[in-house]
């Protein structure tokens, strides 16, 4: 843990998550209501799980001390989403009243789903930026950390249609998070100094941002989708079902599209990178 801030910051995601966990744990044993501590805490251990990522991939290997700029706005991007997030649950805590009575939708669910999206992207950016013969180290933080944001992803997810958390999802993940512990283990056993030789290339750029694109473009739809569900009265559920099948198909006929490929190949090129060829690739 000495002389380098992201082997810091991964004994400070574990320290914050066992105390999450602690807390969690003795309060829903004892019939405790949850406050907000409760939610800072966790707020906290998915900041550090975030910011430990974000420090191993935008590390600047010429310039141990420094940040790669590449990856910049993406973790501004995540700033201000979870500064929101604490903004929102501090003040629903201190009003009183619900989000969810006083907009008819809880705001807070959507929050936590895109953080668990910037996770699954940073863990996705790590796995594939990390050379091929390094990967034995790192395989199983991804596996881990990517297993606990797909379920959460999959858990907020389900909470921002029917906008409440499905109680037997909730108490499966104290077990998730149980499982994934041992890999984390191996992996920080495997990486005493957490400094990886990553390079970016012009296709990990292009398939990264193609993966974020469908995942944020899969929610509109599954919002859209709720809200026609919502008010379409006797037909809600018909139109539902549609509507989501209509709009996967346009993704699937979008992402097979050579000309939308092409542009975004081109827009990449132009706004992300200094250099006409990749000679590496």
């Excluded at 379920?151 to 906008?163: E, G, K, M, P, T």
Aim: hydrophobic letters at 55%; charged letters at 10%; one cysteine or more.
């Amino acid at each position: 843990w000495r002389g380098r801030l992201q082997v810091g910051l991964l004994v400070a995601v574990c320290l914050l998550s066992a105390a999450w966990s602690a807390m969690l744990s003795y309060s829903l044993a004892n019939g405790l209501p949850l406050s907000i501590v409760h939610i800072w805490l966790e707020l906290l251990r998915d900041g550090a799980v975030l910011l430990f990522l974000y420090k191993v991939l935008a590390l600047d290997r010429a310039k141990p001390n420094s940040t790669d700029t590449r990856f910049r706005g993406l973790g501004y991007a995540i700033i201000v989403v979870w500064l929101v997030l604490v903004l929102l649950h501090t003040g629903n805590w201190f009003v009183g009243q619900s989000l969810l009575a006083l907009l008819g939708y809880d705001p807070r669910l959507a929050g936590h789903l895109v953080l668990a999206l910037a996770g699954l992207v940073l863990v996705e950016q790590l796995f594939r930026n990390t050379p091929t013969q390094q990967r034995w180290a790192i395989k199983y933080l991804c596996l881990g950390l990517g297993g606990l944001f797909a379920y959460d992803f999959y858990l907020y997810s389900n909470a921002v249609l029917f906008q409440s958390l499905d109680p037997q999802l909730w108490d499966a993940r104290g077990f998730i998070h149980l499982l994934v512990v041992p890999l984390i283990a191996v992996s920080a056993a495997r990486n005493p100094q957490w400094s990886l030789e990553i390079f970016v290339s012009r296709r990990a750029v292009f398939h990264s941002a193609a993966v974020l694109g469908a995942g944020i473009y899969l929610l509109l739809m599954a919002l859209g989708g709720y809200a026609i569900r919502y008010f379409g009265g006797g037909w809600g559920s018909l139109a539902q079902v549609i509507f989501l099948f209509g709009a996967g198909l346009l993704l699937f006929a979008l992402m097979f599209s050579g000309q939308m490929r092409a542009r975004m190949r081109v827009f990449l090129s132009k706004h992300f990178f200094n250099y006409k060829y990749d000679y590496r690739d």
